[in-house]
């Protein structure tokens, strides 16, 4: 069974830029959406950014003009590019692909830490 593998993340500092990858380790067949979302400690898990197979992004107000959600063409890969990072970005970051029957896949998620 696919499975979604994440990279990147890590400890920055403000203002700071960091760039998540989430790729399918498998045959991941008609994807319909990707997303990331995040959690910070004691709160509930919220969307970022999504981006549809065919290209159409969404963003949370937060991250807003400050984020960049992409993907392959090949629709197995997504990425969101982070940047001007605030200590409030601080989070586990999650990538979410839907699949075919409208199945949730996700990936094993990442910390994200802006601090000085």
């Known amino acids: 069974q696919a499975q979604l593998v994440q990279s990147g993340g890590g400890l920055v500092q403000p203002g700071g830029s960091l760039r998540l990858s989430c790729a399918a380790s498998g045959n991941m067949f008609a994807v319909y959406a990707m997303g990331w979302y995040r959690q910070a400690p004691g709160n509930q898990r919220d969307m970022v950014a999504t981006?549809?197979?065919?290209?159409?992004?969404d963003y949370s107000d937060s991250v807003k003009g400050r984020f960049t959600i992409s993907k392959n063409k090949a629709n197995n890969a997504a990425y969101l590019q982070m940047d001007s990072l605030k200590p409030e970005d601080t989070a586990n970051y999650y990538c979410?692909?839907?699949?075919?029957?409208?199945?949730?896949?996700w990936g094993q998620g990442t910390l994200v830490a802006v601090s000085s």
């Open positions: 981006i549809t197979a065919g290209g159409s992004a």
């Open positions: 979410k692909f839907v699949v075919q029957g409208y199945r949730e896949v």
